[in-house]
């Protein structure tokens, strides 16, 4: 199953997510293999790769110039590969400005690994460019992070949008796997109704799983460790497990429905 996690607005807790939520499928037994599509390179560090392993990465890969298990590297967590992004991949984007089938590129050095890992996570950009184009296109599911904040909803009609249009004219299969609720303080008065105000706004399609605001989560990756390396018994890893086994759970529907048993 490939998963891309996707909020054009930054800071909601796309890298987090998919470092740990990668990290908990690969502990759960999962191949999982994370696809990091930001030029900052959050995810990369997030799992331990460092500036100087990260060439040859996704960038190299998208242009065609190695092969994909060149561009990936295992991490510390067995059964987690990453494909590591450099800053070059901002020049990706206006590379692909020019090519044909350009929001395809993914997708198709994508597929071949879809036999080899059980999930593939694609971390996208803070933004709504030819590489975030490129995540959705790839993806057989969305996973949206809203953060528990006033304005959590602001964006998010832009972003179904976007998604309907690459459904529509891209990729005919695409859906939203969910929400999940990013960075909740429940201290905070606000972040309550945010939770309520998500839910009602999109019956059946927010997670249970709320991810709390936990301090060792921001903490992990200045560590290159995930949240089970750098602190196994904190809240934030205890939410990733159960949020990772909801996951798992939603997929296994999902994929009971396309093949139903006689
Ligand atoms: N649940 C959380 N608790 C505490 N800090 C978090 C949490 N989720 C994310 N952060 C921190 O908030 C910042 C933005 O999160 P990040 O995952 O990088 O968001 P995005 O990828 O959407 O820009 C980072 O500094 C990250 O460490
Ligand atoms: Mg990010």
């Known amino acids: 199953m490939i998963i891309s996690i996707v909020n054009q607005k930054g ?6 997510t998919a470092v740990n939520l990668g990290a908990a499928l690969a502990r759960a037994g999962h191949p999982t293999l994370l696809v990091d599509l ?6 990369s560090s997030g799992v331990g790769i460092g500036d100087e392993q990260r060439l040859p990465g996704i960038y190299e890969l998208l242009r065609g110039e190695v092969a994909a298990d060149a561009a990936m590297r295992p991490t510390a967590q067995e059964n987690y ?14 590379e692909l400005m020019n090519v044909d089938n350009r929001e395809f590129r993914l997708r198709e050095v994508l597929a071949p690994l879809k036999e080899q890992y059980s ?9 709504l460019g030819v590489l975030t184009m490129n995540a959705l296109v790839a993806a057989e599911r969305v996973l949206i992070p809203v953060q528990c904040e006033y304005y959590a909803l602001e964006g998010l009609g832009q972003l179904l949008q976007t998604i ?4 529509e004219h891209l990729h005919p299969e695409l ?8 960075l909740f303080d429940r201290r905070v008065k606000v972040a309550h109704d945010v939770i309520k105000e998500v839910r009602e706004h999109f019956p059946g399609k927010v997670f249970e799983t709320v991810i709390p605001r936990n301090i060792r989560l921001a903490e992990a990756p200045s560590y290159g460790k995930n949240i089970f390396e750098y602190d196994d018994a904190s809240q934030g890893a205890q939410t990733y497990q159960s949020f990772a086994q909801e996951v798992h759970d939603t997929v296994k529907n999902l994929i ?7």
Not at 11 to 16: A, L, N, Y
Not at 256 to 262: I, M, V
């Open 11 to 16: 800071g909601v807790g796309k890298t987090t």
């Open 38 to 43: 930001d030029p900052q390179g959050n995810a």
């Open 81 to 94: 590969h990453v494909m590591p992004a450099t800053a070059d991949l901002a020049g990706a984007s206006v």
């Open 119 to 127: 999930y593939i996570i694609i971390d996208a950009p803070p933004s």
């Open 164 to 167: 309907g249009l690459v459904k």
């Open 175 to 182: 859906e939203v796997l969910g929400a999940v609720l990013t």
């Open 256 to 262: 009971n429905q396309q093949t139903p048993q006689t």
